[in-house]
């Protein structure tokens, strides 16, 4: 009798077991990943999450006094500073970024194929190695206050403009930002259909009705993603807010850190994470609601309208920007670098402050690029609800503001990681939780052109899903790992916030010593640094130009 019981609760527990592996290969639409693939993207995607999760929790246990006076005292003030400049960043550089990008891909404009590419170089310009060149040019003591006093201008009174103001922020951030909508649109405008325009011509509209009824509902889906990485840099800023002397949540957070106020810190950072949250809910919400599709079976090349006697004006206006934009911080770096050379400041200090970048950097994108590929590999490979998951846990730091990151840095290893808290290492991984999805986005470009199948013929021969990984899909994707490892090496080398909150003593980058030499005015010593940023920070421009 208790042999017959016995069996039958073995039967009962493999029925049980039976029905979880169908249950779980079901999850997988019948391709489970292997154990070692699984538990590599599942440890990876909860890391990229921690210093979020740590933050909030911090937050939340502030403590009632903190909130209080916070919410009575600075976060109105701090809403209002933080919110005003992104819309108003937002919306001009949306106007200038379109307004480009229909004059030279749309018209006749002279040197189009050439301003494709010039006008997309500030993008690679760090905004607060914009802000400095600025600050020489336009602030108190500028090239622009003794042109002014001891010309012509004089006789307007003396010189009075206020770079260290809203405006002088709003400037120069909308000068560094509106590329993320130039490249778009015009990455829009080239695949728009022909016959779109025509049918609306031959009802009777003009060149002018047909932009605002035909060409703008086409474009909303770039601007609403150019304008959602404006609105998300423009919150997430330090460098060039900080040096123009105008206080937003970042400055703040970083502010309150420094002072060692950590729960004013962490609250500040909730409602900054709130408002970032916001942002990105509101542009999926008005890309649910405006949904534009055009049909390619028929599809035309647009035409190149003639600009007849507004060809001067809008060149001029092309030339003005680029000039602004490009011209003017790279002439004003250039001539400080000359300096600066000539008064020895590229020393054996400077070269250690580049070494130290490519150091932390390069250890940024090697670990970049090792756990990009399970991460892609899970996702394209075994979609299900918990890859995807994953995916999204990936994208955490990528979507936050680097001062958050690195409060979230400092709150696990100070607290759990001695060993490695104060060591460029913490600096290195808060790269990883930063740029690890440019990464992921390079490889899984070219792991979409992979075919499966290549996976399945060399499972049918025993291989196991981690070892197919690296012996076929590596090989065949290395390009686009490379890709992104390389967007990441130049994005830690331009990160200044996060650099800033976790260096250890005497660890110097060239972002760091940019900042703080450029904020006293020490502008030989600042500009070499600021300019082998900028013309490191080239490289990725071809490979974006390329995708666009």
């Given at each position: 009798?208790?042999?017959?019981?016995?069996?039958?609760?073995?039967?009962?527990?493999?029925?049980?077991?039976?029905?979880?592996?169908?249950?779980?290969?079901?999850?997988?639409?019948?391709?489970?990943?292997?154990?070692?693939?699984?538990?590599?993207?599942?440890?990876?995607?909860?890391?990229?999450?921690?210093?979020?999760?740590?933050?909030?929790?911090?937050?939340?246990?502030?403590?009632?006094?903190?909130?209080?006076?916070?919410?009575?005292?600075?976060?109105?003030?701090?809403?209002?500073?933080?919110?005003?400049?992104?819309?108003?960043?937002?919306?001009?550089?949306?106007?200038?970024?379109?307004?480009?990008?229909?004059?030279?891909?749309?018209?006749?404009?002279?040197?189009?194929?050439?301003?494709?590419?010039?006008?997309?170089?500030?993008?690679?310009?760090?905004?607060?190695?914009?802000?400095?060149?600025?600050?020489?040019?336009?602030?108190?003591?500028?090239?622009?206050?003794?042109?002014?006093?001891?010309?012509?201008?004089?006789?307007?009174?003396?010189?009075?403009?206020?770079?260290?103001?809203?405006?002088?922020?709003?400037?120069?951030?909308?000068?560094?930002?509106?590329?993320?909508?130039?490249?778009?649109?015009?990455?829009?405008?080239?695949?728009?259909?022909?016959?779109?325009?025509?049918?609306?011509?031959?009802?009777?509209?003009?060149?002018?009705?047909?932009?605002?009824?035909?060409?703008?509902?086409?474009?909303?889906?770039?601007?609403?993603?150019?304008?959602?990485?404006?609105?998300?840099?423009?919150?997430?800023?330090?460098?060039?807010?900080?040096?123009?002397?105008?206080?937003?949540?970042?400055?703040?957070?970083?502010?309150?850190?420094?002072?060692?106020d950590i729960p004013s810190a962490a609250v500040l950072s909730l409602v900054l994470i709130v408002l970032t949250v916001i942002i990105l809910w509101l542009e999926a919400f008005s890309r649910r609601r405006n949904k534009f599709y055009q049909t390619s079976n028929t599809y035309r090349p647009p035409e190149i309208l003639k600009l007849g006697r507004w060809k001067p004006f809008a060149f001029l206006y092309v030339v003005l920007i680029f000039s602004?934009?490009?011209?003017?911080?790279?002439?004003?770096?250039?001539?400080?670098?000359?300096?600066?050379?000539?008064?020895?400041?590229?020393?054996?200090?400077?070269?250690?402050?580049?070494?130290?970048?490519?150091?932390?950097?390069?250890?940024?994108?090697?670990?970049?690029?090792?756990?990009?590929?399970?991460?892609?590999?899970?996702?394209?490979?075994?979609?299900?609800?918990?890859?995807?998951?994953?995916?999204?846990?990936?994208?955490?730091?990528?979507?936050?503001?680097?001062?958050?990151?690195?409060?979230?840095?400092?709150?696990?290893?100070?607290?759990?990681?001695?060993?490695?808290?104060?060591?460029?290492?913490?600096?290195?991984?808060?790269?990883?939780?930063?740029?690890?999805?440019?990464?992921?986005?390079?490889?899984?470009?070219?792991?979409?052109?992979?075919?499966?199948?290549?996976?399945?013929?060399?499972?049918?021969?025993?291989?196991?899903?981690?070892?197919?990984?690296?012996?076929?899909?590596?090989?065949?994707?290395?390009?686009?790992?490379?890709?992104?490892?390389?967007?990441?090496?130049?994005?830690?080398?331009?990160?200044?916030?996060?650099?800033?909150?976790?260096?250890?003593?005497?660890?110097?980058?060239?972002?760091?010593?940019?900042?703080?030499?450029?904020?006293?005015?020490?502008?030989?010593?600042?500009?070499?640094?600021?300019?082998?940023?900028?013309?490191?920070?080239?490289?990725?421009?071809?490979?974006?130009?390329?995708?666009?």
């Amino acid at each position: 009798m208790s042999n017959h019981h016995e069996e039958s609760g073995v039967k009962s527990s493999l029925t049980v077991l039976q029905k979880l592996q169908r249950q779980w290969r079901h999850m997988w639409n019948g391709n489970p990943p292997g154990f070692v693939l699984l538990l590599i993207g599942t440890i990876t995607g909860l890391l990229m999450s921690v210093p979020l999760v740590y933050v909030i929790v911090r937050s939340l246990s502030a403590g009632a006094d903190s909130w209080a006076r916070l919410i009575g005292g600075r976060i109105p003030g701090l809403l209002w500073n933080t919110l005003s400049l992104t819309v108003a960043v937002t919306v001009m550089a949306v106007i200038i970024g379109v307004s480009l990008a229909w004059i030279v891909i749309r018209t006749d404009v002279p040197g189009r194929k050439v301003w494709q590419w010039l006008l997309a170089i500030p993008l690679v310009i760090p905004p607060y190695v914009g802000a400095v060149t600025y600050i020489i040019v336009f602030g108190p003591s500028g090239w622009m206050r003794d042109i002014w006093n001891d010309g012509f201008l004089s006789v307007f009174g003396t010189y009075s403009l206020n770079v260290y103001s809203f405006w002088g922020v709003f400037f120069v951030m909308t000068m560094f930002t509106y590329p993320y909508v130039f490249l778009i649109a015009s990455a829009s405008l080239r695949k728009m259909n022909r016959n779109f325009e025509e049918v609306a011509r031959s009802q009777g509209m003009t060149t002018s009705q047909v932009f605002w009824k035909v060409n703008l509902p086409l474009l909303r889906p770039a601007i609403g993603a150019g304008a959602i990485l404006i609105s998300l840099y423009v919150l997430s800023d330090f460098g060039a807010i900080a040096m123009m002397r105008y206080v937003t949540f970042t400055a703040a957070i970083y502010y309150q850190r420094a002072g060692f106020d950590i729960p004013s810190a962490a609250v500040l950072s909730l409602v900054l994470i709130v408002l970032t949250v916001i942002i990105l809910w509101l542009e999926a919400f008005s890309r649910r609601r405006n949904k534009f599709y055009q049909t390619s079976n028929t599809y035309r090349p647009p035409e190149i309208l003639k600009l007849g006697r507004w060809k001067p004006f809008a060149f001029l206006y092309v030339v003005l920007i680029f000039s602004l934009a490009v011209l003017m911080p790279i002439y004003v770096l250039v001539h400080w670098t000359i300096v600066g050379a000539g008064a020895g400041v590229i020393d054996a200090g400077f070269f250690e402050y580049a070494l130290n970048s490519v150091q932390v950097s390069g250890l940024a994108a090697l670990l970049c690029m090792v756990l990009a590929l399970p991460l892609i590999y899970l996702k394209s490979r075994h979609p299900s609800v918990i890859s995807s998951g994953i995916d999204k846990l990936s994208y955490t730091g990528y979507a936050l503001p680097g001062v958050i990151v690195a409060l979230g840095m400092v709150f696990v290893f100070n607290n759990h990681l001695p060993a490695l808290y104060n060591t460029f290492y913490m600096i290195a991984i808060a790269f990883v939780v930063r740029f690890l999805p440019q990464a992921m986005q390079a490889g899984e470009a070219s792991l979409s052109l992979v075919s499966p199948r290549m996976d399945e013929a060399a499972r049918s021969l025993g291989y196991p899903a981690w070892k197919v990984m690296l012996k076929v899909t590596l090989p065949s994707i290395l390009p686009g790992i490379l890709a992104g490892g390389a967007l990441v090496f130049v994005s830690s080398i331009k990160e200044l916030p996060a650099t800033l909150m976790l260096r250890p003593p005497g660890f110097d980058t060239l972002a760091v010593r940019v900042y703080y030499e450029a904020s006293e005015a020490l502008y030989a010593q600042a500009a070499p640094g600021a300019l082998l940023i900028v013309l490191v920070s080239i490289l990725p421009l071809h490979y974006l130009l390329k995708r666009y």
